[in-house]
């Protein structure tokens, strides 16, 4: 009796189990599907190469500046970069692939002291970056809420090159808008359907800024940067 009364509740605890296993939905797997917008900051630096010629004041003088006999020399830039970045992706299976956006602000500079060959500082070069643009294309493998991925693409950017001279007055300057490519990679988590975060490593390349009238000084314009953000999800 007692037998028949143990398989009974076997049973029937069997059944009961069984049932509130088939109510068990399984986790969904995180779509990264669908356009998003966010806010991104970070640090960015280089090491550029520069180069200059003398040049000649009306009065024939020799002015006492830039890299003497058109010398190469290198100049250290670094600094803040942050703004804003809007995309959209795509996912099939694991496959994401996606187009993206940004603006940001720069404070970035750097400047380095010119020298003769007896070592004598006899000017300065100055470089300047205040802002940053990029359109780029995304590609990623998803691991549910972790998305590995590769970003590249154009890349433009305010820069500024001023040079002066001994008495460190400027003699040459020029702003453009430069034009170049951006390259990188990164990783971003999604912990809600509507909230990620990121961190991303790219290297830029604006190409060379010259000043003056007759190709007075010219520098690299090409860096580093690592940046975090939190984007939203539509």
Request: no cysteine; charged share 25%.
């Amino acid at each position: 009796m007692l037998k028949k009364v143990l398989l009974a509740g076997a049973a029937s605890l069997f059944a009961i189990s069984a049932a509130q296993a088939a109510d068990i939905v399984a986790p969904e797997v995180y779509d990264w599907t669908g356009p998003y917008a966010g806010l991104q900051g970070g640090y960015a630096w280089g090491e550029n190469d520069v180069s200059a010629n003398n040049i000649e004041e009306e009065s024939t003088e020799i002015l006492r500046a830039v890299v003497a006999n058109g010398r190469d020399g290198d100049m250290d830039l670094d600094g803040f970069v942050g703004g804003l970045h809007l995309g959209y992706n795509w996912q099939s299976d694991a496959l994401v692939l996606g187009v993206e956006g940004d603006i940001e602000f720069a404070d970035m500079d750097g400047d380095t002291d010119v020298v003769d060959d007896e070592g004598l500082k006899i000017g300065e070069i100055k470089q300047e970056i205040d802002w940053l643009g990029s359109l780029r294309l995304r590609a990623g493998f998803a691991a549910d809420h972790a998305l590995f991925y590769a970003t590249g693409g154009l890349a433009v950017g305010g820069v500024e090159l001023t040079l002066k001279d001994g008495d460190g007055d400027e003699f040459a300057s020029n702003s453009d808008t430069n034009w170049g490519w951006t390259l990188g990679g990164g990783v971003e988590y999604a912990f809600t359907d509507d909230l990620s975060a990121r961190i991303e490593y790219r290297y830029t390349d604006l190409g060379n800024i010259e000043a003056g009238s007759s190709d007075d000084g010219k520098a690299d314009t090409a860096f580093h940067a690592v940046r975090a953000g939190l984007s939203w999800h539509f």
